[in-house]
């Protein structure tokens, strides 16, 4: 075989097409062709894997800069009240604050999941005894006393 032909048997077998038109003669071009054709396809489909990663990737970061760009409006606003009430409901929510809206901005772009965030807002209740909102030092030792 010449090159063009080495190459095109090469192309047509890792996108496993296989036409037949070029055949291997010699046994031990078969056995190299069998360990070539195995490895050819795995490389191909982790190259088309990485192509549709980078993809993914891409609109997921596009979608985090149209994010970043959109002006807050009432909607944005609403949504982000309805998820703290969600989120911590019994409480105030006649605004939102620095933290609750990074929190809301990344379940907004699907950085995060309410379910994850449960957990630690169980956690953050259990700890805050004297039902402030907030964890304090004075929470730090009626913790304390309770443990003793």
């Given at each position: 075989w010449g090159y063009f032909d080495a190459v095109y048997h090469c192309f047509v077998t890792a996108t496993t097409v296989g036409y037949g038109d070029q055949t291997i003669e010699t046994q031990d071009g078969r056995l190299w062709a069998s360990f070539h054709m195995a490895i050819s396809v795995i490389l191909l489909g982790e190259m088309i894997g990485r192509i549709d990663d980078a993809r993914s990737?891409?609109?997921?970061?596009?979608?985090?800069?149209?994010q970043l760009k959109k002006r807050l409006d009432d909607d944005l606003l609403l949504n982000m009240l309805q998820r703290m009430k969600e989120l911590r409901p019994g409480l105030?929510?006649?605004?939102?604050t620095e933290l609750e809206f990074a929190i809301c901005m990344m379940l907004e772009l699907?950085?995060?999941?309410?379910?994850q965030l449960t957990p630690f807002i169980k956690q953050f209740r259990a700890l805050d005894v004297d039902h402030s909102g907030t964890l304090n030092q004075d929470d730090i030792l009626a913790i304390k006393r309770l443990a003793d």
């Amino acid at each position: 075989w010449g090159y063009f032909d080495a190459v095109y048997h090469c192309f047509v077998t890792a996108t496993t097409v296989g036409y037949g038109d070029q055949t291997i003669e010699t046994q031990d071009g078969r056995l190299w062709a069998s360990f070539h054709m195995a490895i050819s396809v795995i490389l191909l489909g982790e190259m088309i894997g990485r192509i549709d990663d980078a993809r993914s990737n891409r609109k997921a970061q596009l979608s985090k800069i149209e994010q970043l760009k959109k002006r807050l409006d009432d909607d944005l606003l609403l949504n982000m009240l309805q998820r703290m009430k969600e989120l911590r409901p019994g409480l105030d929510h006649a605004g939102v604050t620095e933290l609750e809206f990074a929190i809301c901005m990344m379940l907004e772009l699907g950085e995060l999941k309410t379910e994850q965030l449960t957990p630690f807002i169980k956690q953050f209740r259990a700890l805050d005894v004297d039902h402030s909102g907030t964890l304090n030092q004075d929470d730090i030792l009626a913790i304390k006393r309770l443990a003793d």
